[in-house]
């Protein structure tokens, strides 16, 4: 399989193509290592705001239980995240 994939991956790209000849796995590995570079996944405002609209609209219950508590970590940081996020 190996050596198939290594013949598959040397093979001449069409003229039309954007890049190298990729093989299964081969763009997930690419982007597993942008976000790597990056320092993580890039999140929007939009999807912060979504998150805490979310969150604020949950949880409403006085009895806290510890998913409640992890809920309430998670719109913690989200709103951490919020004030200290990079604008895609």
Do not use: C, W
């Amino acid at each position: 399989m190996s050596d198939l994939m290594k013949m598959h991956r040397e093979m001449e790209p069409s003229p039309s193509a954007k890049g190298p000849v990729l093989v299964a796995g081969d763009p997930e590995r690419i982007h597993m290592k942008e976000t790597d570079e990056q320092g993580g996944i890039k999140v929007t405002i939009l999807i912060i705001s979504l998150l805490l609209k979310y969150f604020s609209t949950t949880n409403k219950s006085s009895n806290i239980t510890t998913s409640s508590r992890k809920i309430l970590a998670l719109k913690k940081y989200l709103l951490i995240l919020q004030n200290n996020v990079k604008y895609y």
